[in-house]
């Protein structure tokens, strides 16, 4: 459960990031954040999980408070979220392996993370995760030799291994074809059924967030504007919402929502 009392952001540049957020997501649930570009998806996600901190309010996650956490209490909050970037981030000149296994630092000394000897449990995990995304064929290549999709996959292999009970994914098909496009969300969606993993993802096109999400949830300017099921999530409440209609064009080729 991820929790968000009166969250507020505000960058040091007086840029108003995220305005009075409350929100609260079950365990288990699929949530697509949809919004133009600079409407706040990328800071939420960023606050969830405490890559900054925010200027006001309160996040819980599990009920513990990961705005006031710190040191090894921080640590154990932030072991149950994942995190999916729209470049990967993955180290690129090593192995598939070495890079899942980095989902499993967070469990061990920093000698032993930084001596590379993780023990076997961990690298069968690994293989596990890489299986559950079809890649462990892959497990000796290197990261900068695969494709786009493939790298994804790898990442979200490595969050897998993370043994993360929450998954943020920041535009993780936003560099993608398609057809990667959607075995990567296939594998989100897949993971989230069968590990029962909350997915939030951001994304910019509301078709592909009807085809796969549960909760639709719409910011705009750092406000939520919009915060329903799918079945709710129609053209003509998207048209009322951001004063214009929508157009099918806008659907498969440029961001919905109205402007910041
Ligand atoms: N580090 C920063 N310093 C100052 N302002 C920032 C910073 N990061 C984001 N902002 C501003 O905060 C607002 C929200 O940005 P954010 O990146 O969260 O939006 P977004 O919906 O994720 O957009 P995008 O789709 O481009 O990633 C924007 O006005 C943006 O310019």
Known sequence: MIELRNVSKTYLNGTKGLNNINLT???GEFVAIVGLSGAGKSTLLRSINRLHD???????INGQSITNAKGSRLRMIRRNIGMIFQSFNLVKRTTVLRNVLAGRVGYHST???????FPQKDIDLAFESLDRVNIAEKAYTRADQLSGGQQQRVAIAR????EAQIILADEPVASLDPLTTKQVMDDLKKINMELGITTI??????DLAREYATRIIGLRAGEV???????????ERFAEIYGRPIHQDELLGEPVLGGV
């Open 54 to 60: 925010i200027s006001e309010g309160n996040i819980l």
């Open 25 to 27: 997501i079950p365990a």
């Open 201 to 206: 993802v951001n994304l910019h096109f509301i």
């Open 159 to 162: 969050v897998l291994a993370q």
């Open 225 to 235: 504007v919009f915060d329903g099921p799918v079945s709710e999530a129609t053209d």
């Open 111 to 117: 000698l032993r993370t930084i001596l590379g000897r």
